[in-house]
């Protein structure tokens, strides 16, 4: 009998004792005559287990004991960390706000100042990825950094110890205008049904005239997490997904009776980074004719995974089932598609999200009989990519001019109002600092670009004055996608 699991057939267990009698003589073999010593630990949890999981689909995996530990950390929402956050471009780290009571913040690290240096590694060698890697990596241990901070002659050291930090799934909470929310779901926790309660509090429920929900780069998460955000917009008993597994009967889930849903219009932002429980709420809404989907086609995993734990602190996630959305539609790509990698960025890695295993792109019908395709990820009501960038805005960004420009603005001032604006006098100041740095573009470009430069310049000073989610409100007011979805509100 396997471990944990119920007795096979006899015929079944028989076969898979000559197949497991066959793989320990390989093994021994193997540790008897390679050149080097054999580890047992390496050969099964790098080699044995994993080449199992390989033949069946891309998204069952193995969790070592450390990776069993991030990801029941990553459930909870804590992370170890400095608690600052960053702004990184080529060669350059930049402090843009740090969290009160985290090791950055009781160190004495402060908004513009720039770490050059982290246990003896120079950043400014390193290339952008690299560069990310190599920070996420310091985050586990304790770390010397070498600053450069404005006004400062000399570089000041720095010694941080990391320690749990909260890592909230509910990221940004604004308005975007008078009565019109904004709300940012970074992924789906165990905590996060409850934050998202807390930022609507915050806006005001009852104040609330629209609201745009952004589940932009959302890599998924925890389905009941999912679950409960979509049904707070549903009708008590509606259907918020349905799965479907090889053993045991299908299963509806509902949104739950006795609930109050929210009445207020609703857009839900996805792109292609979108997937798994954030396409889940994203589809439920749309097929009950909730909420108007915008912005680009989501990702498309439809695999329901559990996770199974195993002796000496490991675990397998397994593809146990699939979802499908309250109309009937996959999510999931077809079986050749699945080879397309999942996105790189947050989140747990076992996620729930709607589909069949390679069901075709079929018409569907939403309860108001509106027809809507299935299959191989969500297709947004309203289309919009976001704005790509022209080689002049290219230069702005990869020579980190803006955020340069506002470290010298704001520590040549002792307060920026909360009404601050970017004024034509320092939109030449602007213009003057690039020329400085050879950046000299034509009166027409800089003409073309001028309200993207005044954004920018807002958004890079309010980073570093208020924090990063003042800065993100100056930020949504040029973002296309965003500015969709309050047309999509239609609010007049």
């Known amino acids: 009998m396997l471990w944990g699991q119920s007795p096979l057939p006899k015929d079944e267990e028989k076969e898979l004792a000559v197949l497991l009698k066959q793989f320990t003589t390989a093994y021994h073999v193997v540790e008897e005559n390679f050149a080097d010593p054999v580890s047992p630990e390496q050969a099964l949890y790098g080699g044995a287990i994993p080449g199992l999981l390989r033949t069946l689909d891309p998204f069952s995996s193995f969790l070592d004991p450390d990776q069993f530990r991030a990801f029941q950390q990553m459930q909870q929402s804590v992370q170890k960390g400095f608690g600052s956050v960053v702004s990184v471009s080529p060669g350059r780290v930049i402090v843009l ?37 190599f920070l996420r990596q310091t985050r586990q241990n304790q770390a010397r950094l070498m600053v450069r901070r404005p006004g400062v002659a000399t570089l000041m050291p720095f010694l941080l110890t990391p320690a749990e930090v909260a890592s909230p799934s509910v990221s940004r909470a604004f308005f975007l205008r008078p009565g019109v929310g904004y709300i940012k779901i970074e992924s789906f926790e165990e905590k996060t049904a409850e934050e998202f309660r807390k930022a609507l509090d915050k806006l005001g429920t009852e104040k609330l005239r629209g609201l745009v929900l952004d589940l932009r780069d959302n890599p998924g998460g925890v389905l009941p997490a999912a679950i409960e955000v979509a049904a707070a917009f549903l009708k008590p008993g509606q259907v918020v997904l349905s799965i479907r597994g090889r053993s045991g009967p299908g299963e509806a889930i509902k949104a739950p009776e006795g609930s109050q849903p929210l009445g207020f219009p609703l857009a839900v932002l996805v792109n292609g980074r979108s997937a798994s429980a954030a396409e889940i709420v994203a589809w439920a809404l749309e097929d009950h004719d909730r909420a108007t989907i915008v912005g680009e086609p989501s990702f498309g995993k439809g695999l329901v995974q559990r996770v199974f734990p195993l002796p000496e602190s490991t675990a397998l996630a397994l593809t146990t089932a699939l979802y499908f959305t309250p109309s009937g539609r996959s999510i999931q790509k077809s079986l050749a598609q699945l080879h397309r990698p999942m996105p790189e960025r947050g989140g747990s890695p076992i996620a729930a999200a709607g589909g069949g295993a390679a069901s075709a792109s ?131």
């Open 362 to 492: 079929g018409e569907y019908r939403t309860d108001a009989g509106r027809p809507v395709k299935g299959g191989g990820g969500i297709t947004p009501d309203v289309l919009v990519s976001p704005e790509g960038l022209t080689p002049f805005r290219t230069a702005l960004e990869t020579s980190s001019s803006f955020l340069k420009f506002a470290q010298r603005y704001t520590a040549d001032r002792r307060s920026i109002p909360q009404d601050f604006d970017v004024t034509p006098e320092l939109l030449d100041d602007f213009q003057a600092f690039l020329s400085e740095r050879q950046i000299r573009p034509a009166l027409s470009e800089w003409s073309a670009n001028r309200e993207y430069i005044r954004n920018r310049l807002k958004t890079e000073i309010f980073n570093l004055t208020f924090g990063v989610e003042k800065g993100d409100e100056v930020e949504a007011q040029r973002d296309r996608q965003v500015q969709k979805a309050l047309e999509a509100l239609d609010l007049r």
């Open 97 to 133: 706000q740090t969290l009160p009571s985290t090791p950055s913040a009781r160190a004495g690290l402060a908004a513009g100042d720039e770490i050059v240096e982290i246990n003896g590694y120079r950043l400014d060698w390193m290339e952008p990825d690299a560069l990310m890697d």
